[in-house]
């Protein structure tokens, strides 16, 4: 996520997840941005089509990690980035991979591709919970290696039945 989010900031809708509350922001017909929230912020039904389909395929997805996602994105972030998320959609259910061996697959370097994984706006669509650093969990999402973020990380990763450092 390139941003945390503020109270104000608005959502189309905020939809509840087992590690809090997920909002979603929708442009053109797409999704434009989605965003882990602690369990302090208020849902906000879907009103339309697009934020229901959202809605059902996140729902779809807590009761069954292998539900495959078929949302449309809004177009977003670098080439490099792109290519970084590209490589992290590549990784299985259940898999992981390091920074480090992304970023040898696109000769670029580690802390690059924990940039652009941080820049993620499509998270769980996009799996970034599945890089991890080679010495243990790493962050999330532009966060450190404590705190609400990593701690929707291990739920996500202990979801998929990923082998936990």
Known sequence: MPASPTPSTPFDAILPA?????????????????VYLPDSFE?????DA???RVA??????YAD???VFDLPLAPRGTAFQRHVWDQICAVPRGGLATYGAIARTLRSVPRAVGQACGQNWFPVVIPCHRVVSASGLG?????????????VKRWLLRHERA???
């Open 18 to 34: 087992p590690f809090g509350m997920v909002g979603v922001r929708t442009e053109g017909g797409a999704v434009a941005e989605l």
């Open 43 to 47: 849902a906000k039904a879907p009103a």
């Open 50 to 52: 697009l934020t229901r």
């Open 56 to 61: 059902e395929q996140l729902d779809a997805y």
């Open 65 to 67: 990690p292998d539900t």
């Open 139 to 151: 962050g999330f999402a532009h966060h450190g290696e404590e705190g609400f973020h990593l701690g």
């Open 163 to 165: 082998m936990l450092l």
